[in-house]
């Protein structure tokens, strides 16, 4: 047996926007073990939910993560709303749909340009930034801000879309759509993007499923899992099926994102079909009493939020299980036995978000 | 596989002129809607009812009624945009222009002058 080193991995590292800390037991080149460390931006969040008021808390939770933003504020209040039996107008529903897909996109994107970035292709991280610069443009106009939408609130959104504007947004991102297309050419086929994700950090789909991978981790290895079925939202008016892949590499990972992107924009186009008239609040009465689990599909994964009020304005108690959180697990595993360059990569396509993950 | 798939794509962009903005001879202007920066635009109208301030989910204002003052602190100002929403004098706007950035912390105060009596009826 040849001798075994430890490399200390992150927090700090030029591949991860976040900070997490892995020790790489090594030998030779070869990972035998990844021993993780989280906790170091850890910000008690979940506390906070004691001391503010539950509907104020609805901007907190919008700020675990300023990538899925949106998607987290959604969470917290479908929960809310489900404990407090209320329920919020369907042209609501209709456009959390459209703010959280356009969210999922914003997020894919900002992936993809990193992953690029982490295997040396300067110029098509550039270029899928380009594409997400025009997505968050298109955010601004539609709810006011660029990453934090503060949109959504309990009881419905703050603020409707005209049809007109509708219309823009429609037209903008068919022309979105087709750059998308370009991009996703190149990550599909390019042979120097092959050689740096195909066969790498293969995790199969018992693995998958015993581990508890969510999201795009677990639908590229051929599992057609997505929160998104439950129905929540108006996603059940909508007509879709999970993107899955087979492989279970980190070109499926990829390839599920990329198809996720094509998906998620005509999620947008189908739901400014049906988007119903009508008010886009209800008026909220009393203070949540009772408990309950909401379940969301994240650009992650399934996100999980458990609320507990008591009947006062201020929760006894609110959870948020992370998709983050719960793809640790199939990275420990996939990082076994894989090379040293390639861990970057790795633990790139799990998409990790630690500040959501420590909240 | 395919080798140089992105060549067809960096041609076109560099027939085209840049993505970015030549910053800062060429300014970006926000679209409507968005929100930059919250604002006393009329002083003369707000009763300092505090309504605003209750409602801020940072407690970034505060109004003091005795004084007659509307006091902001945009490092804590989140924009939101509830006190906009519940000002009942339609005082506050939301700008779609950004608070410029600054150097030391301050909080921003509007105090309202006392307003000339009304003239005498005859």
Same mark, same amino acid.
């Given at each position: 047996m040849s001798r075994r080193t430890i490399i200390p991995f992150g927090p700090?590292? @030029? &591949?991860?926007?976040e900070p997490i800390h892995l020790d790489l037991v090594m030998e030779d080149e070869k990972v035998v073990e990844a021993i993780p460390s989280i906790g170091f931006i850890h910000r008690g969040l979940e506390k906070m939910a004691e001391k503010k008021d539950f509907q104020e808390m609805a901007y907190i939770a919008e700020r675990i993560c300023g990538i899925c933003s949106f998607i987290h504020s959604m969470g917290y209040c479908q929960a809310i709303e489900a404990v407090l039996r209320l329920e919020i107008p369907r042209r609501a529903e209709f456009l959390r749909v459209i703010w959280g897909e356009m969210s999922r996109i914003h997020s894919h994107l900002l992936w993809l340009g990193l992953t690029a970035d982490a295997f040396g292709f300067e110029s098509l991280f550039m270029h899928t930034w380009r594409l997400r610069e025009k997505l968050l443009d298109l955010i601004e106009e539609t709810s006011g801000g660029r990453v934090i939408f503060g949109v959504c609130k309990v009881g419905g959104v703050r603020r409707d879309v005209d049809a007109e504007a509708l219309d823009r947004l429609l037209a903008a991102l068919a022309d979105l759509e087709a750059d998308c297309r370009e991009i996703a050419a190149v990550f599909a086929r390019d042979a120097s993007v092959q050689r740096r994700l195909s066969g790498i950090g293969v995790l199969p789909k018992e693995e998958a499923l015993r581990l508890g991978a969510v999201g795009p981790t677990l639908r590229g290895s051929g &599992? @057609? %899992?997505? %929160?998104?079925r439950l129905g929540y939202a108006a996603y059940d008016a909508l007509d879709w099926a999970p993107v899955t892949e087979e492989a279970g590499d980190c070109r499926a990972r990829c390839l599920v994102r990329m198809r996720e992107i094509a998906q998620s924009f005509d999620l947008i186009r189908q739901a400014v079909a049906k988007i119903p008239e009508g008010p886009v609040s209800a008026k909220v009465v009393g203070a949540p009493r009772g408990e309950y689990f909401a379940r969301l599909e994240q650009p992650r994964g399934e996100v999980v939020y458990y609320v507990k009020g008591?009947?006062?304005?201020?929760?006894e108690r609110f959870r948020v299980r992370t998709p983050t959180f719960a793809n640790l697990p199939p990275l420990l595993k996939i990082l076994q036995g894989c090379e040293l360059p390639d861990v970057p990569i790795i633990v790139l396509t799990i998409d990790p978000c630690i500040s959501c993950a420590e909240r | 596989m395919a080798h140089l798939t992105i060549s067809k794509l960096l041609a076109k962009s560099a027939a085209k002129k840049p993505a970015t903005r030549r910053y800062p001879a060429e300014k970006r202007t926000p679209p409507k809607g968005a929100r930059g920066r919250v604002t006393m635009k009329q002083l003369e109208t707000c009763v300092f009812c505090g309504v605003c301030g209750k409602k801020c989910p940072t407690r970034a204002i505060a109004v003091k009624r005795a004084e007659k003052t509307w006091e902001i602190d945009r490092l804590k100002c989140i924009l939101c945009g509830e006190c906009v929403e519940v000002c009942p004098k339609d005082s506050l706007t939301m700008e779609e222009e950004h608070a410029a950035a600054f150097v030391a912390k301050r909080i921003e105060s509007h105090v309202q002058r006392p307003q000339p009596a009304p003239p005498d009826p005859p």
């Open positions: 700090q590292h @030029p &591949v991860l926007p &599992v @057609p %899992s997505d %929160s998104r008591n009947g006062t304005k201020h929760l | -």
